[in-house]
Each structure stands twice: as structure tokens, then as C-alpha cells.
């Protein structure tokens, strides 16, 4: 992608997380592998299934801790954050045993050098 305010070039990558445990680790070591071969500035978009933190979900079982693990230790490894969002917190629900559940799976982010654009 080419940006014409910045007039630099830079990589917008859409993602859709796994949802079964299995497969989430394969998912974090690719996106840690891209982040090592990208030297454009990068933001990443889409549903990464994972949660930052436990108040971004409401309703339901408590969050387990490998569920908060994973999304902050790419954030940390790959020098990117959460881009900041307007609007309702959370980017899905559903009801499951008669009570709904929110949680915010949704989001951007972004590595610091695309920050720094």
C-alpha cells in the first residue's frame, strides 16, 4: 500500500484468528515470523480470536490465562499496539446458556514504524 500523504510505502495485512486452540500457537509464530521479514511499516487488522486483557470481555467463564498470554506477548515481541477504537468496546457476542457474552476480538495493530508514519 502506497501512502500519498506520507508518500511512503507501507503493508496492510488482514487476518482471521483461529478459533480452536490447536491451531493458535501455529497462528502467533507465523505472524512473529512476518513481523521478522517485513522491514516495510505494518499494521495488521481483522479478528484475532484472542483477548489483551480480562476487561475486554464480559459475561460467561472467566478468561483463562493462556488466553491473555498470547496477543501481549506478540504485541511485545513485535513492537506493535492496539490501535485505539471508537464505539462499542466489544466486537462480538453471543448467547450461551441463556446469558450473553461480550468480548472484543476485533482490532488493529500496529507496529511502531507504522505509528511513526
Known amino acids: 500500500m502506497y501512502d500519498p500523504i506520507c508518500k511512503k510505502n507501507c503493508i496492510v495485512s488482514g ?6 486452540e490447536k491451531d493458535k500457537d501455529a497462528f502467533w509464530t507465523h505472524l512473529l515470523h512476518l513481523n521478522s521479514v517485513f522491514d516495510l511499516p505494518w499494521l495488521i487488522v481483522g479478528d484475532f480470536n484472542e483477548l489483551e486483557s480480562s476487561n475486554e470481555k464480559r459475561g460467561g467463564r472467566p478468561v483463562s490465562l493462556r488466553r491473555l498470554t498470547r496477543l501481549p506477548q506478540f504485541l511485545q515481541a513485535s513492537h506493535c499496539e492496539s490501535v485505539m477504537a471508537q464505539g ?3 466486537t462480538w457476542k453471543q448467547r450461551i446458556h441463556g446469558s450473553w457474552i461480550y468480548e472484543r476480538l476485533d482490532r488493529g495493530l500496529a507496529r511502531r514504524d507504522f505509528s511513526n508514519l
Open 15 to 20: 487476518v482471521y484468528g483461529p478459533a480452536k
Open 88 to 90: 462499542c468496546p466489544f
